[in-house]
């Protein structure tokens, strides 16, 4: 019996479990800090520790890293890839063009010039993930 065919299940079970379950289902949930966490993500990867308990806590810890475990904050949440475009060189948040993107993204017209409209500043997290320096 030639031990080629199981090398290759395993190894093709190896490379599934080394790329963890949220980023790979639900890549435009990476860029979050923090929320609920998705039990059909956790059970999955907890699946990954039973069988092969390396690759089950990097797809774990890849997982919490890129913020994919976590269960979206509602229906109105975009891949911070998809929000770059919005994001100046001085690290200013250009209105209209985030505007235009929410509105292609998410069907959503927001008046982002509002005068009652509260601006926060970013946490270290989000602005690193966006390459930023804090102002100040």
């Not at 490379?15 to 059909?40: H, N, V």
């Not at 509602?74 to 929000?83: D, F, G, M, N, Q």
């Amino acid at each position: 019996m030639s031990l080629r065919p199981l090398a290759a299940l395993l190894i093709i079970t190896l490379s599934a479990q080394l790329s963890a379950c949220g980023t790979l289902f639900y890549p435009e949930r990476r860029g979050q800090i923090s929320g609920q966490i998705d039990p059909a993500i956790a059970a999955m990867n907890a699946i990954g520790v039973l069988f092969f308990v390396i690759p089950g806590l990097i797809a774990f810890a890849v997982d919490f890293s890129t913020g994919a475990i976590y269960m979206p904050g509602s229906r109105y949440s975009l891949a911070p890839e998809r929000l770059q475009p919005a994001l100046q060189a001085d690290g200013q948040v250009d209105l209209a063009r985030l505007q235009a993107i929410l509105a292609e993204e998410l069907q959503l017209s927001l008046a982002l010039d509002h005068p009652a409209l509260q601006v926060h500043q970013g946490e270290l997290p989000q602005l690193a993930r966006f390459g930023l320096a804090p102002r100040g």
